[in-house]
């Protein structure tokens, strides 16, 4: 009996801890399996055209994308896809988040491509929502994201917040989601009207589709989707882990906390100069640095600071050349700005002209034509010991030669005539005879 009772016990346990793992395993299971839901929302529509450059608008852009976003997240198992509209419509931010939370949507990705206003910015971007878990699992995705982004050549300017003047997010889309409980995120693929980003849209639609494609490969990612059709699974993906604020994350309006040059070396014949700049942000990371001759008034384009590890980890200096114009002094300045647009700029360094070596030359060319036009007029000169008296020489000779010749004449004509006399004389004996 006692056996019996130990064995009865035993069994309970047994089925105690089944249950307790099944009550423990089973939602999670169930979770797994539970169907996904995503929804797309493509960016501006109707009137609202979004950005406009060289013959492109952004809203026909984003429909393009969202469509191929769709059609391959439809590949994978377990997941139901969205688009909050699929026309050219001019739809309310806040019925696209509606939409989004009528259909218990998952995450929302809103999809957009991006312009400047002084059309100097290039590269991707992800925008999330500041707060709680909805910053996190925005930031989580957005890391997935933004290495797509960077393993096809796209500059990341970075993964961030922005609110407006009440302290919400500022983003319509971000905010209203939030509001609605819905995660989510929204990616600008890059600026239309800078030529570092244009190989990545220029050759038309099937590069827009592209970037749809990449954008549902970062969704999969993200929710660990696995296709037959594709043979593909990502069940498995470490999904990068976020911690979840305890306050508000906040943009980083300071400027880099560091910023400086050095001139290393300058090529005097071609003009060159070597500059080793140090650039650091201690709330962010580099972004981009640029550099002026003319002490700030102007500046170069800007220019790719090096992330040699990770698109937010930017280097602690970085070493580049410039071409210093000839015969000119030179104020050097440059600028670091941080992954919030904020310029930091460097104390300026003075540099002495460089001579231009093509005028150097010519000079030396025509001073020694100098020289020996020079060496060739004193060959060729004569030189007189007393030019005074030479000239008083030349002066007799005027009359001295013409009287010559009138003594000569003269002579001449005496002779002519006493030969003239013996002659007569010599004919007038003979006649005698």
């Excluded at 971007?125 to 878990?133: D, F, I, K, L, N």
């Excluded at 933004?146 to 500059?155: C, S, V, W």
């Excluded at 002519?416 to 005698?432: C, D, P, T, V, Y």
Aim: charged share 25%.
């Amino acid at each position: 009996m006692k056996q019996l009772l130990f064995t009865f016990k035993r069994f309970s346990i047994f089925l105690a801890v089944i249950f307790f793992l099944g009550a423990v395993l089973f939602p999670i299971r169930a979770k797994a399996d539970r169907t996904v839901v995503i929804v797309i929302d493509p960016g501006h529509g109707g009137k609202n055209l979004g950005a406009q450059y060289e013959g492109l608008t952004e809203k026909e852009m984003t429909l393009i994308t969202a469509k191929a976003m769709k059609e391959e997240l439809e590949k994978y198992e377990g997941v139901a896809v969205y688009l909050t509209h699929e026309g050219d419509e001019n739809m309310s931010i806040k019925d696209r988040a509606l939409f989004a939370k009528e259909r218990d949507a998952d995450f929302l990705f809103c999809l957009h491509y991006n312009m400047s206003e002084q059309h100097t910015l290039f590269g991707s971007e992800v925008w999330v929502p500041a707060q709680g878990e909805y910053y996190a699992k925005g930031f989580s995705f957005a890391q997935i994201q933004m290495k797509e982004f960077t393993d096809i050549g796209l500059y990341s300017r970075g993964i961030k917040t922005r609110l407006n003047n009440r302290d919400e997010n500022y983003y319509g889309i971000l905010r209203y989601c939030t509001q609605e409980s819905i995660p989510c995120a929204l990616i600008e693929h890059c600026h239309l009207d800078h030529p570092k980003d244009k190989p990545f849209y220029q050759q038309g639609e099937e590069q827009l589709k592209e970037f749809g494609w990449m954008d549902a490969t970062a969704a999969a990612k993200y929710f660990g989707l696995k296709s037959y059709e594709l043979d593909v699974d990502y069940s498995g993906f470490p999904v990068p882990e976020t911690k979840v604020p305890a306050d508000i994350v906040r943009p980083d309006k300071t400027e880099p906390d560091l910023c400086r040059i050095e001139v290393t070396k300058i090529d005097e014949e071609t003009g060159q100069a070597t500059v080793r700049m140090e650039a650091l942000d201690k709330d962010s990371y580099i972004l981009y640095y640029n550099y002026s001759l003319d002490g700030g008034n102007t500046f170069s384009m800007l220019e790719e600071w090096p992330r040699p590890d990770a698109w937010n980890q930017s280097a602690r200096e970085h070493t580049f050349t410039i071409s210093l114009p000839f015969d000119q002094p030179v104020t050097l300045v440059a600028g670091a700005c941080n992954g919030y647009d904020v310029w930091a700029q460097s104390s300026p360094v003075s540099i002495e002209p460089v001579p231009d070596p093509a005028r150097l030359r010519e000079e030396e060319r025509l001073a020694q034509e100098k020289a020996l036009r020079e060496a060739q007029k004193q060959y060729q000169e004569i030189t007189y010991e007393d030019p005074a008296g030479q000239e008083e020489s030349d002066g007799r000779s005027n009359w001295i030669f013409p009287a010559l010749l009138g003594v000569i004449f003269l002579c001449m004509i005496f002779v002519s005539f006493f030969m003239a006399r013996a002659i007569a004389s010599l004919l007038k004996g003979n006649k005698k005879r």
